[in-house]
C-alpha cells in the first residue's frame, strides 16, 4: 500500500490530491506533460518568445522615490507586473498553461476567475491559440468586476456566473471542478493560481517564478546587492510565489506575505487564511482554511475580489509552518489608503489586491528605516477597480 | 470483519435472491434534523436494503445542482457532525446497513480517530469518501480497520488498470463504479460505461460492486441491476423531498417502492 510519503506535490505536511477519482488520471497526465515540457528546449524557447513578444517580458523596476517617504524613507522597488499584457501577472501562467493545453491536444479551456484578472488572461491565451473558453465567475464578483467581464466577452469567452454558495471565487472553483469532472477528456481546467490538487501548485509556481528570476538580476543590477524584503499581497498566493521563489535560497532576504484583512482579523469578516486559518483541506490540497467547528468552508471577505478567497496555496502554508516566510494582514481601509498614495505619488494606479502589498511596504519601511530596500511584487494594474474605487472615495462617475 | 457486517450480509442475501440490492442515498438534516429521520425511515419502508446518509458540506464538487440544493438546506437548518450521529444511531437502530459519505474536510476536522470510533459505536458500518484518494488514504484505512468500519472508495470509467487494482483493493463492504465522468445527478445512459467499468473490476476483485451517478428510475436499476450487485440511487430522493414539501415521506416511499421492483428485474 502506498503510504504519504510516496507522493509527490507535498509541501512538508501541506499539498497533495484531494479530489473525485475521475480527475486523477487528468493530474497524471498533466502532471507528466508539465515535466516533460520543462525538460525540453523547443518548449522553454517558444514560452520565451510568447514571453518576449506577446507577454511583454521583462516587466521593468521602477524606484517610486515619492512614494517612499510614505515608508519611512525606505527605498521602494515596484516590479511592474501590471504593464504585461491584460495588466496583471496572471498572463505568466496562463500562457505556460495554454502551451501545455496544446502539447496535450485538449481543445477547450475553463477557468475560475475572481478579480476578473485571470480570465481575461485566460480568455486572451484562448483567443491567441485557438481554444473554446469557458470561465467560471461569482455572481458577486461579475457585479464587482462588471468592466473584466465585459473583456472576457469581448475576446470570446463564455462568462458564467455562479450562484451556489458565497458566490465568489471558492464557488467559481467548485464549478469549474464540477465542468472538468465533466469534460475532462478534451478540457483543460487552466487553474489560476497556486492552490489546487498536485500538480496545480507546482506549475503555476514554475511559470510565475520568471517574475523573481527577472526582479533578482534587476536589483543587483540597480543596488549591487539583494533587496532587505521581498513584499506581494496574498489570495491564492501565485503572484508572492513567483517573485519569492528565486529568493527562498537568499537567507537574508525577508520574504512578506499580505493577506486581506477585510474589516480586521477581529470581526471575522476577512480573507487572511494563515494569520486567521486552520489546516485543513480545501479544493484539492491540504493548507489553512477559514473553516468552522464542522470542517465547513467559512466565507472570506474582502474588497479585493482577487483576494477574497477562504484558502491559500500550500507552499505559503509551508512558507509560513517553517518561518521562512511571513505573513501579515492588512485591512481594506488600509489598502484603500495606499492605493490612493501610490496613484497620487507615482501616477501609477494599482490594482486594490496589490495596494495590500503598499500598504504592507508603508509598515514595513516604518520598522526598517531609510537605509532599507523593499521589493514589491506590483501584481497588477487598477484599471478594473476604478468603479470600486471611485464608491470608496466618494467620486461621483 | 468482513462478512460479519449487515452490509456483507446484505451482498450475500442478494445474490441468493438473485437481484441487486438497493442503496439509497439522503443528506442528513434535510430538509431538517426530524424530518430527515422521517424521510430515510420512509425510503427504508419503500424498500432501500441499505442507507448511505450525506453529511452536508460546503464545497460539494462531486455533486450536482439536485444534491448542492439540499445540502446548502440541511446546512440552513444547522445540521453539525453531532447531530449527524443522532440520525446515524436512528436508522441503523432500524436494522438496515448505515453508511456515511462525507468529503474529506469534516473527518479531518473532527479528528478521523474520534470520527470512525463515534460514528462506529452509533452504528455506522461504512464511510464512502469521494474525493480521498487511496494514495491521501493511508491513515484513513488504518483507522477504518481498527474500527471494523468499510472503506468505501469511487472508481471511475477514467481509472486505469494498474490504478484499478490499487484502489479496489483497499475497497471494503462494496466498491462504488461511478457510472459516468461527471457529477452527481446528470442524465447519461448509464448503462453502457458503467458495464465496462464493472467487467473490469470483476476481473480483479471478488468485492461486490455497487453503481452510483445517474441512476434515477425503475428502469435504469433494472438495467443496471443485469450487471452489478447493487444500484446506488441519489439524487432522485432529493428531488422527490424537494418537489413535495407537504408530504415528501411519501414521494420518496414511492420512488423507493418502484426502484425495489427494478433491482428485482434482472
Redesign the interface.
Given at each position: 500500500m502506498l503510504t504519504d510519503q510516496d507522493i509527490a506535490g507535498k509541501f512538508g505536511q501541506f499539498g497533495g490530491r484531494f479530489v473525485p477519482e475521475a480527475l486523477i488520471g487528468a493530474l497524471d497526465e498533466l502532471e507528466r506533460t508539465h515535466n516533460e515540457a520543462m525538460s525540453d528546449p523547443v518548449f522553454l524557447a517558444e514560452l520565451a518568445h510568447l514571453n518576449a513578444t506577446y507577454v511583454g517580458r521583462p516587466s521593468i523596476l521602477t524606484d517610486a522615490k515619492n512614494f517612499s517617504k510614505h515608508c519611512g524613507g525606505a527605498q521602494i522597488l515596484l516590479k511592474r507586473e501590471d504593464l504585461n499584457h491584460t495588466g496583471s501577472h496572471k498572463i505568466n501562467n496562463v500562457i505556460g498553461q495554454a502551451l501545455l493545453t496544446k502539447r496535450m491536444g485538449k481543445k477547450r479551456v475553463i477557468a475560475e476567475t475572481g478579480a476578473g484578472q485571470h480570465g481575461v488572461a485566460t480568455a486572451t491565451a484562448a483567443a491567441l491559440m485557438g481554444f473554446d473558453c469557458v470561465v467560471y465567475m461569482g455572481e458577486e464578483d461579475v457585479r464587482r468586476q462588471s468592466l473584466n467581464v465585459a473583456r472576457m466577452k469581448l475576446l470570446g469567452a463564455q462568462v458564467v456566473p455562479v450562484t451556489s454558495g458565497s458566490r465568489t471565487l471558492k464557488d467559481a472553483i467548485n464549478e469549474a471542478m464540477r465542468d472538468w469532472v465533466t469534460n475532462v477528456a478534451d478540457t483543460h481546467y487552466l487553474l489560476g493560481t497556486v492552490a489546487g490538487p498536485h500538480p496545480f501548485p507546482t506549475i503555476v509556481r514554475d511559470f510565475h517564478s520568471v517574475i523573481g528570476n527577472e526582479a533578482r538580476e534587476q536589483v543587483l543590477a540597480l543596488n549591487g546587492k539583494l533587496p532587505d524584503a521581498v513584499l506581494a499581497c496574498i489570495g491564492g498566493g501565485s503572484n508572492a510565489i513567483g517573485i519569492f521563489n528565486r529568493f527562498i535560497g537568499d537567507a537574508g532576504v525577508r520574504l512578506i506575505g499580505l493577506e486581506a484583512g477585510g474589516d480586521g482579523i477581529e470581526t471575522g469578516r476577512h480573507a487572511s487564511t494563515i494569520s486567521g486559518g486552520t489546516v485543513g483541506v480545501l479544493h484539492g490540497t491540504r493548507t489553512y482554511v477559514l473553516q468552522d467547528e464542522n470542517g465547513q468552508t467559512v466565507e472570506s471577505h474582502s474588497i479585493s475580489a482577487g483576494l477574497d478567497y477562504p484558502g491559500v496555496g500550500p507552499e505559503h502554508a509551508y512558507l509560513h509552518d517553517l518561518g521562512r516566510a511571513e505573513y501579515r494582514s492588512v485591512t481594506d481601509a488600509e489598502a484603500m489608503e495606499a492605493f490612493a498614495l501610490l496613484s497620487k505619488e507615482e501616477g501609477i494606479i494599482p490594482a486594490i489586491e496589490t495596494a495590500h502589498a503598499l500598504y504592507g511596504a508603508m509598515v514595513l519601511g516604518k520598522e526598517l528605516g531609510r537605509d532599507a530596500t523593499i521589493l514589491i511584487n506590483l501584481s497588477g494594474r487598477g484599471d478594473k477597480d476604478v468603479q470600486t474605487a471611485a464608491a470608496w472615495f466618494g467620486i461621483e462617475l | 470483519m468482513a462478512g460479519q457486517s449487515k452490509l456483507s450480509e446484505l451482498f450475500i442475501k442478494c445474490k441468493l435472491e438473485n437481484r441487486a440490492a438497493l442503496i439509497g442515498y439522503l443528506p442528513a438534516g434535510f430538509p431538517n434534523q426530524s424530518d430527515s429521520i422521517k424521510i430515510i425511515k420512509a425510503m427504508i419502508e419503500g424498500g432501500v436494503d441499505a442507507v448511505e446518509i450525506g453529511f452536508p458540506?460546503?464545497?460539494?464538487?462531486?455533486d450536482?445542482p439536485v444534491i448542492?440544493e439540499a445540502a446548502?438546506v440541511a446546512?440552513n437548518n444547522g445540521i453539525?457532525?453531532a447531530k449527524t450521529l443522532d440520525i446515524v444511531k436512528e436508522i441503523s437502530a432500524t436494522g438496515v446497513p448505515t453508511l456515511l459519505m462525507t468529503y474529506?474536510?469534516?473527518?479531518?476536522?473532527?479528528g478521523p480517530e474520534k470520527f470512525a470510533h463515534d460514528f462506529s459505536a452509533e452504528g455506522m458500518e461504512g464511510v464512502i469518501t469521494?474525493?480521498?484518494?487511496?494514495?491521501?488514504a493511508?491513515?484513513w484505512?488504518a483507522t477504518a480497520k481498527e474500527n471494523s468500519i468499510h472503506s468505501i472508495?469511487?472508481?471511475?470509467?477514467?481509472?486505469?488498470d494498474g490504478?484499478l487494482k490499487?484502489?479496489t483493493s483497499?475497497c471494503s463492504g462494496f466498491i462504488y463504479a461511478?457510472s459516468s465522468?461527471?457529477?452527481t445527478g446528470?442524465q447519461t445512459n448509464v448503462a453502457n460505461t458503467a458495464s465496462t467499468l464493472v467487467e473490469r473490476v470483476r476481473k480483479i476483485s471478488d468485492t461486490p460492486i455497487a453503481v452510483g451517478l445517474g441512476v434515477s428510475n425503475r428502469a435504469q436499476a433494472s438495467e443496471v441491476a443485469k450487471f452489478a450487485d447493487g444500484v446506488i440511487v441519489g439524487s432522485a430522493f432529493v428531488k422527490a423531498v424537494l418537489q413535495n414539501p407537504s408530504d415528501p415521506a411519501t414521494a420518496v416511499r414511492k420512488v423507493a417502492e418502484e426502484l425495489s421492483l427494478g433491482v428485482r428485474e434482472r
Amino acid at each position: 500500500m502506498l503510504t504519504d510519503q510516496d507522493i509527490a506535490g507535498k509541501f512538508g505536511q501541506f499539498g497533495g490530491r484531494f479530489v473525485p477519482e475521475a480527475l486523477i488520471g487528468a493530474l497524471d497526465e498533466l502532471e507528466r506533460t508539465h515535466n516533460e515540457a520543462m525538460s525540453d528546449p523547443v518548449f522553454l524557447a517558444e514560452l520565451a518568445h510568447l514571453n518576449a513578444t506577446y507577454v511583454g517580458r521583462p516587466s521593468i523596476l521602477t524606484d517610486a522615490k515619492n512614494f517612499s517617504k510614505h515608508c519611512g524613507g525606505a527605498q521602494i522597488l515596484l516590479k511592474r507586473e501590471d504593464l504585461n499584457h491584460t495588466g496583471s501577472h496572471k498572463i505568466n501562467n496562463v500562457i505556460g498553461q495554454a502551451l501545455l493545453t496544446k502539447r496535450m491536444g485538449k481543445k477547450r479551456v475553463i477557468a475560475e476567475t475572481g478579480a476578473g484578472q485571470h480570465g481575461v488572461a485566460t480568455a486572451t491565451a484562448a483567443a491567441l491559440m485557438g481554444f473554446d473558453c469557458v470561465v467560471y465567475m461569482g455572481e458577486e464578483d461579475v457585479r464587482r468586476q462588471s468592466l473584466n467581464v465585459a473583456r472576457m466577452k469581448l475576446l470570446g469567452a463564455q462568462v458564467v456566473p455562479v450562484t451556489s454558495g458565497s458566490r465568489t471565487l471558492k464557488d467559481a472553483i467548485n464549478e469549474a471542478m464540477r465542468d472538468w469532472v465533466t469534460n475532462v477528456a478534451d478540457t483543460h481546467y487552466l487553474l489560476g493560481t497556486v492552490a489546487g490538487p498536485h500538480p496545480f501548485p507546482t506549475i503555476v509556481r514554475d511559470f510565475h517564478s520568471v517574475i523573481g528570476n527577472e526582479a533578482r538580476e534587476q536589483v543587483l543590477a540597480l543596488n549591487g546587492k539583494l533587496p532587505d524584503a521581498v513584499l506581494a499581497c496574498i489570495g491564492g498566493g501565485s503572484n508572492a510565489i513567483g517573485i519569492f521563489n528565486r529568493f527562498i535560497g537568499d537567507a537574508g532576504v525577508r520574504l512578506i506575505g499580505l493577506e486581506a484583512g477585510g474589516d480586521g482579523i477581529e470581526t471575522g469578516r476577512h480573507a487572511s487564511t494563515i494569520s486567521g486559518g486552520t489546516v485543513g483541506v480545501l479544493h484539492g490540497t491540504r493548507t489553512y482554511v477559514l473553516q468552522d467547528e464542522n470542517g465547513q468552508t467559512v466565507e472570506s471577505h474582502s474588497i479585493s475580489a482577487g483576494l477574497d478567497y477562504p484558502g491559500v496555496g500550500p507552499e505559503h502554508a509551508y512558507l509560513h509552518d517553517l518561518g521562512r516566510a511571513e505573513y501579515r494582514s492588512v485591512t481594506d481601509a488600509e489598502a484603500m489608503e495606499a492605493f490612493a498614495l501610490l496613484s497620487k505619488e507615482e501616477g501609477i494606479i494599482p490594482a486594490i489586491e496589490t495596494a495590500h502589498a503598499l500598504y504592507g511596504a508603508m509598515v514595513l519601511g516604518k520598522e526598517l528605516g531609510r537605509d532599507a530596500t523593499i521589493l514589491i511584487n506590483l501584481s497588477g494594474r487598477g484599471d478594473k477597480d476604478v468603479q470600486t474605487a471611485a464608491a470608496w472615495f466618494g467620486i461621483e462617475l | 470483519m468482513a462478512g460479519q457486517s449487515k452490509l456483507s450480509e446484505l451482498f450475500i442475501k442478494c445474490k441468493l435472491e438473485n437481484r441487486a440490492a438497493l442503496i439509497g442515498y439522503l443528506p442528513a438534516g434535510f430538509p431538517n434534523q426530524s424530518d430527515s429521520i422521517k424521510i430515510i425511515k420512509a425510503m427504508i419502508e419503500g424498500g432501500v436494503d441499505a442507507v448511505e446518509i450525506g453529511f452536508p458540506y460546503s464545497d460539494p464538487v462531486m455533486d450536482g445542482p439536485v444534491i448542492q440544493e439540499a445540502a446548502e438546506v440541511a446546512r440552513n437548518n444547522g445540521i453539525t457532525m453531532a447531530k449527524t450521529l443522532d440520525i446515524v444511531k436512528e436508522i441503523s437502530a432500524t436494522g438496515v446497513p448505515t453508511l456515511l459519505m462525507t468529503y474529506w474536510n469534516p473527518i479531518e476536522k473532527y479528528g478521523p480517530e474520534k470520527f470512525a470510533h463515534d460514528f462506529s459505536a452509533e452504528g455506522m458500518e461504512g464511510v464512502i469518501t469521494p474525493d480521498l484518494p487511496i494514495e491521501e488514504a493511508g491513515v484513513w484505512l488504518a483507522t477504518a480497520k481498527e474500527n471494523s468500519i468499510h472503506s468505501i472508495f469511487v472508481v471511475a470509467p477514467s481509472t486505469g488498470d494498474g490504478r484499478l487494482k490499487d484502489v479496489t483493493s483497499n475497497c471494503s463492504g462494496f466498491i462504488y463504479a461511478a457510472s459516468s465522468m461527471g457529477v452527481t445527478g446528470t442524465q447519461t445512459n448509464v448503462a453502457n460505461t458503467a458495464s465496462t467499468l464493472v467487467e473490469r473490476v470483476r476481473k480483479i476483485s471478488d468485492t461486490p460492486i455497487a453503481v452510483g451517478l445517474g441512476v434515477s428510475n425503475r428502469a435504469q436499476a433494472s438495467e443496471v441491476a443485469k450487471f452489478a450487485d447493487g444500484v446506488i440511487v441519489g439524487s432522485a430522493f432529493v428531488k422527490a423531498v424537494l418537489q413535495n414539501p407537504s408530504d415528501p415521506a411519501t414521494a420518496v416511499r414511492k420512488v423507493a417502492e418502484e426502484l425495489s421492483l427494478g433491482v428485482r428485474e434482472r
